[in-house]
């Protein structure tokens, strides 16, 4: 589907914008950011698979999560990864408590897991 396509480049747009956050040490930023890399390549992965896309957030995670659980080529932490990095996108936006804090090693696994969710989701759907 050519709209799937246009998801995953803008996944793959978007994942070149944690790497140069986490440059200049920006945590959070780098970890909300790489959220939104993983969330448009979900997206791509729901409109392959079922014609339409999630309009929500929560739709997002739960529909990737039901779609995954049964794709050997999608890993099974993934859907789980996706959970974890909307928490730091809450974070990054509306977090207020000291115990919140994102640390450079939470954002680069971050990224690193986004790049893998990218991947993984490209293999399922060539």
């Known amino acids: 589907m050519p709209e799937a396509e246009d998801y995953l480049q803008r996944a793959a747009a ?3 914008e944690p790497r140069q956050i986490a440059a200049i040490g920006l945590a959070s930023a780098a970890a ?6 993983a969330f448009h390549a979900a997206e791509a992965y729901i ?6 896309i ?9 529909e990737f999560s039901r779609l995954a659980k049964d794709d050997p080529l999608i890993a ?8 974890k990095a909307y928490r ?14 994102i640390t450079m090693a939470i ?6 897991s986004a790049a893998a969710l990218l991947a993984g989701i490209r293999d399922a759907l060539k």
């Open 14 to 16: 978007v994942l070149t």
């Open 32 to 37: 909300r950011s790489a959220y939104y890399a």
């Open 54 to 62: 999630a309009k929500t957030h929560s739709g997002v995670r739960a």
């Open 107 to 112: 954002a680069e696994d971050a990224i690193t």
């Open 76 to 83: 099974a932490s993934m859907p789980a990864f996706l959970r």
């Open 88 to 101: 730091y996108k809450e974070i990054g936006d509306y977090g207020i408590k000291p115990d919140e804090l």
């Open 47 to 52: 409109l392959e698979k079922t014609g339409r």
